[in-house]
């Protein structure tokens, strides 16, 4: 049963993890690297993420700088960045790129909002999902294991313990990235 639990739980805490990932690249008012993670270049036929061929820094809060290590990268880059939904122009150089994010605009921050609280139910969809999973593994396991009804019901509780632990845990982080989605 403290198998089942445990596996639960890892199994939430990496649903939290790749939650707290997807929001570093919803785009604030602020310039953060993360923002350019998704974005994947065509260098020699494959494509790759930025960071795996530039250095990404941010000198300043609107401003995000990218230093290509091969400088006949640079090109691709910048199209990549063009063709990607994130709506920022990017300005070369010939020898970096610099990214300047503009502010959000009001109806700009409303729909981010919106595409966070989606990944939050998606976040909280999975949580749900991995509970309803530990629960059908102890109903199957109870007879060959001899675990009694108590111990069953128990072990559920801890599950659901753990559920409502990491739905909350959803809920504190999808705020605090609205707060900072709205802050002017």
């Excluded at 020699?44 to 230093?67: C, K």
């Excluded at 091969?70 to 020898?95: N, V």
């Excluded at 981010?112 to 969809?125: C, D, I, P, S, T």
């Excluded at 009694?148 to 072990?155: I, L, N």
């Amino acid at each position: 049963m403290d198998r089942i639990i445990a596996e639960a739980k890892r199994k939430m805490q990496r649903t939290i993890e790749a939650l707290r990932k997807d929001y570093a690249t919803v785009r604030t008012g602020r310039a953060t690297p993360a923002l350019l993670d998704n974005i994947r270049v065509e260098y020699y036929g494959t494509m790759l993420p930025i960071n795996q061929l530039a250095t990404v820094s941010v000198p300043e809060t609107r401003l995000i700088v990218i230093t290509p290590w091969d400088k006949s990268s640079l090109p691709a880059i910048e199209r990549a960045i063009l063709t990607s939904d994130l709506g920022l122009t990017p300005t070369s150089d010939g020898t970096l790129i610099r990214i300047t994010v503009p502010p959000l605009t009001e109806e700009r921050r409303r729909e981010l909002a919106r595409a966070v609280n989606k990944k939050a139910e998606q976040g909280r969809v999975g949580i749900r999902n991995i509970r309803r999973d530990a629960n059908e593994t102890i109903d199957k396991r109870k007879e060959p294991e001899g675990w009694s009804d108590d111990e069953v019901e128990a072990g559920k509780k801890e599950i659901q313990k753990l559920t409502d632990q990491f739905i909350a845990q959803i809920d504190e982080m999808t705020e605090a990235k609205i707060a900072e989605i709205m802050e002017i």
